[in-house]
Structures are given as structure tokens and as C-alpha cells.
């Protein structure tokens, strides 16, 4: 006959045997959850699969852990980690629906049961943790549980074109599923079987093949579009001209950083010789791989008007009616800027750009004369100021991103920082003269929310005749 030591060291044994599958189920679950947040943080683009996947995981995992511990049964159980366990088991549907949503199983009926079960399980597991374990709070979990699982179901069986992840999935959660009503149900009644954990590491398993399959997937798709974007990028620095070629009038730098691979701002070098130079440039709304595309377009339409090289309110109106109705609701603003060495004059026309800075001994003009926004309206007009150059004059022309920079504190680097950057900058050379703008705009912002284009033109002076 068997001592009471004898018999209490056989229930150990026992509870032992039976708890071992339990805490071996939750180590390796928690560790897969484990698993996947580290490669959640470590990827460069944070992926809501993989982050609802983890927490599904992990939370599942703690809690068999926590619930099978081999001092339970003896009545070592702090009402603490009990109170725990179970709030846990009660916040476990909320990553199940969120990570099925996030591999868009949960469809319209779904988004509605995500609205209703979420405040539900939370309230329930907050109550539970406070005031301990509850038989009504329970039931209240299990049935909503099982309606949730319903349906899922529902939606699954009325999906359509099943690909082999979602085949894959389905099966899965079809056998985890019926083991997780088959809980919740007799849990009604105070019967407890457990058998859901090893549905669940099925499901787990497939649904890492699936997570794992699609995070690679994206990965592809992400390195095809880098691709195209790095194409993409190489065609617009193509389009843009090269270093303003010698003059022995003119000394022109031009600085271009946009704010993604491609962008929408433009210059071009319309016209380049030894006493006449024309100077443009353009500022597409938007940003991106459209802008970009319609900044292709303004140097189209700028350079089907070479007649009219000399007259810029001529060259802004031919520009606005080839763009016109041909930009999909986007506008264009533009500055262009003729200058003429023999004539000692510039003569400047805009379309809704920001103005022309002209500076001269130390002192900063601007010099506006604005028509409506190009590719807006086919009725727009523009008009030419001239204005007499002088020995040493130096002329900006830059797009309103380097205006609209901000600091941390939402306040934008504007005009009159600008301005006092173009005279401080006076005695450089024009391309370092360029070089210190941009650099002051871009330690006055952090962070980089427009392109940024500056266009610095010295006139050295020289007198040429006329007829020249």
C-alpha cells in the first residue's frame, strides 16, 4: 500500500506528464512570436502581418505557459497570475482578428464583429484582472468568441478564387476553429478538454508559411518599384541639362534635390550663348512619380517655343496651351528669365511662381510679374517686365520649397531668411553661393517635404555692340 509521500510524489509525476505537452507548446509558440517581432523591428518597412502575427503568438504562448505551471496544483497559484492568465486568454481574439484582417480573410460582416468583439474581450479582460475570475464573464467570452469563429466560418465558405495561400489557411482554420468552439461550448458547461493549443500550432504553422511567403512576396514587389523608380530617376536627370556651358557673359549654377527618387520640379538652359541666355523654371503640384511625369511634359512645351526665346510672356502662353487639358487636374508654376548681354537687359515673366530675386550691391529686388498657373486655364495671359543689367548682378530663381522648408517648430524658412542667405552669400562664387543656400535651408529643416531647386545666374558684365 502506497505512503501519502508516495502518492503525493505520483501526483506530481502525474500532473507532470500531463503538463509537460502544455509548457512545451507554449515555449515553442512564444519563441516562433519572439521570432517574428524581432524580424518585425529589424525590417526597414514595418509590416502589420508580421506585427499582429508576433503579438497573436506571443500572447498565446504566455499565457499556456503561464497556465500550466507545476505549482498550480499545489496551491501555490497567487491570485495575481491567475487573474493574469485569464485576462490574457480574453485579449487573445483581438490579434486573431487583426492578423486575419491584415491577410483580408475578415470581409464587410467581419469589420463589423472586429467593432463589436474588441470593446468586448477588453472590458472583459480589464474587469477580470481587477476583480478576478468570473463564471458569467467567462460564458459572456466564450459565446462571443464562438460567434466571432461563426463567423469567420461564414465568410471563408463565401470567399471566391482561392489562391494556395488562402486554400492552405482555410484548412487550417477550419480544424483550429471547430477545436476552439469545441472548447468554448463545453467551457459553457464547466468542461474543459484543451485541445484548441495543438489546433492552434497547426494554424500557426501554416499561417507562418503564409506570413512568411507573402512578406517575401512584397519584398519583390518592393525591389521591382526601386527599380523602376531608379529608372525612373535616371530618365528626369537626363532631361535636365548639363552644366551651363562658358560664357564669357554669364555664370550659371543650378542645384536640384528632390524630395523622393523622382520629383516634379524642373530647370532647363533654353538658351546658352556667349551674350543671350534663357533661364526656366517649373514647379509641378504634387510629388512623385506623376509629377515627374508632367515635368517630362513642360519641357516638351518649352521646347516647342524656341521662337519665342526672347519673349517670355510669349514662350508662358505657348507653354500654358500645350499643357493645357494634357496635366489629369494638375498645375504648373514657372519663372523664365531672357537675358541679353549686347542689350544690357533682362526682361521676366511668371506664371503664379514665386518672384525673381535680383541682387544688386548688397541689396535684394524681387521682381514679379505673375499670370495665372500654367495647364490651368486655356484663357490665361502673362505679360514681360525688363529691367537694365548691370556689372555684377546676380539673379536667383528658385521653386517655393526652398520658402515652405520648416523647422521643428512648424515655422517656414521664408522670404526674408532667403534673402538675407542671398546677400550674405554675395561674395562667393555663384555655384558656392548655391551650395551655402541649400545647405542653410536644409539645416533650418530636418526633415525634407518639398523639392528644392535654386537657380544662381551672375552677369559679369563686358560690353558687346549691338549688332554683335
Not at 499545489?74 to 491584415?102: N, T
Request: hydrophobic share 50%; aromatic share 10%; charged share 15%.
Amino acid at each position: 500500500m502506497q505512503t501519502d509521500p508516495q502518492i503525493a510524489r505520483s501526483e506530481v509525476l502525474r500532473i507532470f506528464n500531463h503538463y509537460q505537452v502544455y509548457l512545451c507548446l507554449g515555449a515553442g509558440i512564444t519563441t516562433i512570436g519572439l521570432l517574428a517581432a524581432t524580424f518585425f523591428l529589424l525590417r526597414r518597412r514595418r509590416d502589420p502581418l508580421l506585427f499582429w502575427f508576433a503579438l497573436f503568438a506571443i500572447l498565446y504562448g504566455v499565457r499556456l505557459v503561464l497556465g500550466y505551471q507545476l505549482l498550480w496544483p499545489l496551491g501555490l497559484r497567487p491570485a495575481f497570475f491567475q487573474r493574469l492568465v485569464i485576462a490574457l486568454g480574453f485579449l487573445l481574439p483581438i490579434p486573431a482578428l487583426f492578423f486575419f484582417d491584415a491577410l483580408n480573410l475578415v470581409k464587410r460582416l467581419g469589420h463589423i464583429v472586429l467593432a463589436i468583439v474588441i470593446p468586448i474581450e477588453i472590458a472583459i479582460a480589464v474587469i477580470t484582472f481587477f476583480i478576478g475570475p468570473s463564471k458569467p464573464l467567462r460564458d459572456i467570452n466564450n459565446v462571443v468568441v464562438v460567434a466571432a469563429l461563426v463567423v469567420l466560418i461564414y465568410e471563408l465558405v463565401r470567399a471566391r478564387h482561392d489562391s494556395p495561400d488562402t486554400t492552405l489557411i482555410r484548412r487550417s482554420l477550419y480544424l483550429f476553429i471547430a477545436c476552439a468552439i469545441f472548447d468554448n461550448v463545453t467551457g459553457i458547461f464547466g468542461i474543459y478538454y484543451n485541445i484548441e493549443p495543438f489546433s492552434f500550432v497547426i494554424l500557426l504553422f501554416a499561417l507562418g508559411i503564409v506570413a512568411a511567403r507573402r512578406t517575401l512576396a512584397r519584398d519583390q514587389q518592393l525591389s521591382v518599384i526601386q527599380k523602376e523608380l531608379d529608372i525612373a530617376r535616371s530618365i528626369q536627370q537626363s532631361i535636365l541639362p548639363a552644366a551651363f556651358p562658358h560664357s564669357p557673359s554669364f555664370r550659371v549654377a543650378a542645384r536640384y534635390l528632390p524630395m523622393t527618387s523622382v520629383a516634379g520640379d524642373f530647370y532647363d538652359f533654353l538658351l546658352a550663348g556667349e551674350h543671350e541666355t534663357g533661364l526656366l523654371i517649373a514647379d509641378v503640384s504634387g510629388h512623385g512619380v506623376p509629377a515627374a511625369l508632367i515635368a517630362s511634359m513642360v519641357k516638351l512645351a518649352a521646347t516647342s517655343q524656341r521662337e519665342h526665346l526672347g519673349d517670355p510672356a510669349a514662350l508662358l502662353h505657348g507653354m500654358n496651351t500645350a499643357l493645357c487639358g494634357n496635366t489629369q487636374s494638375q498645375f504648373v508654376t514657372a519663372g523664365y528669365v531672357y537675358l541679353n548681354a549686347s542689350s544690357r537687359e533682362l526682361r521676366y515673366s511668371a506664371a503664379a511662381h514665386p518672384p525673381m530675386l535680383l541682387l544688386r550691391r548688397g541689396e535684394v529686388v524681387e521682381l514679379t510679374e505673375n499670370g495665372l498657373m500654367l495647364a490651368a486655364f486655356n484663357f490665361a495671359s502673362y505679360s514681360t517686365i525688363s529691367h537694365p543689367l548691370e556689372p555684377g548682378d546676380r539673379l536667383i530663381l528658385y521653386t517655393d520649397g526652398l520658402l515652405e522648408a520648416a523647422n521643428a517648430h512648424e515655422e517656414e524658412f521664408g522670404r526674408d531668411r532667403l534673402h538675407t542667405q542671398v546677400r550674405e552669400t554675395a561674395k562667393l562664387p555663384h555655384d558656392e553661393a548655391a551650395d551655402r543656400i541649400i545647405s542653410s535651408i536644409q539645416s533650418w529643416s530636418s526633415t525634407q517635404n518639398d523639392d528644392l531647386t535654386i537657380l544662381v545666374c551672375d552677369y559679369i558684365g563686358g560690353v558687346y555692340p549691338s549688332n554683335q
